[in-house]
């Protein structure tokens, strides 16, 4: 087998294995798709959001793809 295709699959599970860890156990208290006051959040909870946003941050290094694609999308109040 090719080494760089062992690489790829190696990359492809170890970031699809991450993203699963990060939505069932980081963020399994966020509500999918719904807005919440992130000045009204645990200590905890708001520790996990930093854990996810610094996993994304080592994994997708272009800010702007980061927030295209983060977890958590944040929203202005003015939109």
Do not use: C
């Not at 208290?29 to 000045?39: Q, V």
């Not at 997708?60 to 109040?77: A, G, H, M, P, V």
């Amino acid at each position: 087998m090719n080494k760089e295709l062992i690489y790829r699959q190696n990359i492809q599970r170890s970031l699809h294995e991450l993203y699963e860890h990060m939505t069932d156990n980081l963020l399994g208290w966020l509500p999918e798709n719904a807005d919440f006051n992130p000045d009204d959040i645990t200590r905890a909870q708001a520790e996990t959001i930093r854990a996810v946003e610094a996993i994304e941050a080592e994994w997708i290094l272009d800010e702007d793809d980061r927030k295209e694609n983060s977890l958590i999308q944040w929203t202005d109040e003015d939109d």
